[in-house]
């Protein structure tokens, strides 16, 4: 995608003239300069403009200074301008934007579009189409999440962290390091050129299918697993019942250990299945109860009996009133009180007969009740009888029925579970089958474009390493590889398939990135990618070379030290008409560097921006 920075503005406040950096297409533009004059922070405004929210800017000295930040650029020969107020405390972003689509830089900014409106327009212009979308999620990013321009913005810097470092050969840690690692290795087909918008589509749809397809494989293993402790379960409860010689002693297999204990439990009445020792204490309760009774009715019937005997004394004691009565009805003189006396004894004498005779009758029924009792005590006796007398015995008895009852509960239990859906979970298996068979074989393509396209991008790197490799000393000869696992290059010995564990210096680690990001450049450009912007930032290749030197002063520099930088510039420098020349395209180079001008005499495409020596610096 072609796309240059034309400018960079600094606005200390309204009503001052703006600091202005001017950078040129097709060029490498150089910012040279000290320790802490501000050359680093270029890479960090340009970030921040395009909309990043992890600032990096340094507040002394440099965003206590500035109210806004202005970007002055081209994409696809249309003029863009963004300005952005500066990182609040703490370094937290601001939502405050300027926009101009027609490049219109104003004498002092205000806020006049939202983030996400702004967002929406360089989506559209970064080649982001609306369902471009993350094929597969992670930790921090969500599968089906819409890709952000900002991902492919890792394919344009080298940060003085990054640039020398012997494993990461990207600028993770100038971003949110988690979110665009994750997100790297989602957009690396876009990047290298394999597939399309509707690939990616497809790959996410494979992803969730496989996701999905990987549940129900834990559902079965689960469910088998389930059915193995079912099974176990089952063979137990045979033992038990074998135990209490409820079936025969035969070895079954799971299936027919469930048949024989359903046959068990339909042979048995559920509601004779009652604990004998409950039943037993009930009829010795029963057989206390009457047995009471019946000494209550023994009892009273003995005071009945004694009381009928005192009564039939009276009874003999008051018989002669009826020979008196005689007499005296016969012979002798009646008088009225003799004739009360005779009748008020023979009164009594009747009342005393009647109460014998009733309670003689109450006896009997007495004696009869207690009959009854004695048969009932007779009959519950026997009950008792059916029972084992040995205590273990009965409690064995007792277990038998109790295990009868937990039987018929945990089958039913097992006959729940086993419901149907294992072949549900076999019908989806299945169903999902199919359709990641479907969707792999319209990607089938795809991986070998992936290949196709991996083997270009490492014939772009081999080739340019080709121009540099004598300053890779003792490595010349090996092959370099990018590997798209661990997103890092390798050098691989001749006749080797495994990379070098170590390949010394950081000069040689330098190298490697840059070979590395030009590589990846020319073969981007070469398939028209219109995701990834023209243009690279390079944060100090010549670093490692300050390690060998006093303070900043290069002309302390070896012959071979100063040869490897200026072979780096050299580089650079024939990259860019490389591309001009070869592809008639553009590109663009932004150089922050310690080295002074007279490092790249002689090399055409380099243009000073801006000197931040004897005291003159980003912000003064």
């Not at 963004?82 to 806020?111: K, M």
Request: with cysteine.
């Amino acid at each position: 995608m072609k796309f240059h920075i034309k400018d960079i503005y600094l606005w200390k406040s309204a009503g001052t003239d703006p600091r202005i950096l001017h950078f040129l297409s097709n060029k490498i533009n150089v910012i040279t300069g000290g320790t802490g004059t501000g050359k680093t922070t270029i890479i960090h405004i340009i970030n921040y403009c395009l909309l990043s929210s992890k600032p990096k800017i340094p507040t002394p000295h440099i965003n206590d200074s500035i109210e806004w930040y202005g970007l002055n650029f081209k994409i696809n020969n249309k003029d863009f301008f963004i300005a952005r107020t500066r990182p609040g405390q703490f370094d937290e972003p601001t939502n405050g934007y300027y926009f101009s689509g027609i490049g219109e830089v104003p004498e002092y900014p205000s806020a006049t579009i939202s983030e996400a409106e702004l967002k929406i327009i360089l989506e559209r212009e970064f080649g982001v189409e609306d369902n471009l979308i993350m094929p597969y999620g992670g930790k921090l990013i969500k599968a089906g999440s819409k890709v952000s321009f900002r991902f492919f913005l890792l394919m344009n810097t080298q940060h003085e962290d990054t640039i020398a470092d012997s494993s990461t050969f990207f600028d993770f840690k100038i971003h949110e390091e988690g979110r665009y690692k994750e997100a790297f290795d989602r957009i690396f087909d876009l990047i290298l050129g394999v597939g399309s918008v509707e690939k990616v589509i497809l790959q996410q749809k494979l992803g969730e299918l496989q996701k999905q397809y990987g549940t129900i494989l834990n559902k079965e293993k689960s469910k088998l697993k389930a059915q193995d402790q079912v099974d176990s379960n089952i063979l137990e409860l045979v033992a038990r019942a074998q135990r209490f010689k409820l079936i025969s002693n035969h070895l079954y297999t799971p299936l027919q250990a469930k048949a024989e204990l359903v046959q068990l439990i339909h042979e048995i009445k559920t509601d004779l299945i009652v604990s004998p020792l409950k039943e037993v204490e009930e009829l010795k309760q029963r057989k206390t109860r009457l047995m009471l009774q019946v000494r209550n009715m023994e009892s009273l019937q003995r005071n009945t009996i004694n009381y009928s005997l005192t009564e039939n004394k009276d009874e003999d004691s008051l018989k002669p009133v009826n020979l008196i009565k005689g007499y005296f009805d016969s012979e002798v003189v009646k008088t009225f009180e003799l004739k009360y006396l005779i009748d008020g004894l023979c009164e009594n004498l009747r009342q005393v007969k009647g109460s014998i005779e009733n309670r003689n009758a109450f006896v009997i029924n007495i004696q009869k009740e207690i009959n009854i009792l004695k048969a009932e005590i007779s009959v519950v006796n026997e009950q008792i009888s059916s029972f084992p007398e040995d205590f273990e015995e009965l409690r064995g008895e007792a277990s038998k029925y109790m295990f009868i009852g937990e039987l018929q509960t945990l089958l039913r239990l097992y006959e729940d579970t086993a419901d149907d859906s294992a072949n549900s979970i076999t019908l989806s298996k299945k169903q999902i089958e199919a359709q990641i068979t479907d969707i792999e074989s319209q990607l089938e393509d795809l991986q070998n474009n992936r290949s196709i396209q991996n083997s270009l991008l490492n014939e772009f790197i081999n080739k340019i390493k080709k121009t540099v490799e004598e300053m890779l000393g003792s490595y010349k000869d090996y092959r370099a590889h990018f590997n798209t696992k661990d997103k890092a290059l390798n050098l691989i010995p001749p006749g080797s398939a495994t990379p070098a564990s170590n390949i010394g210096s950081r000069s040689n680690h330098m190298y490697m990135h840059l070979i590395m990001m030009f590589g990846f450049h020319e073969h981007m450009i070469n398939n028209n990618n219109k995701y990834v912007p023209q243009f690279l930032i390079f944060d100090q290749p010549s670093q490692p070379y300050f390690e060998t030197v006093s303070g900043e002063n290069l002309d302390t520099l070896t012959i071979e030290d100063r040869k490897k930088l200026q072979n780096a510039f050299k580089m650079m420098d024939d990259f860019v008409t490389h591309i001009i020349n070869e592809y008639k395209n553009d590109f663009q180079i932004i150089l922050l560097e310690h080295a002074r001008e007279d490092q790249w005499v002689g090399l055409k495409n380099f243009h000073l921006v801006d000197d931040f020596w004897d005291g003159r610096a980003l912000v003064i």
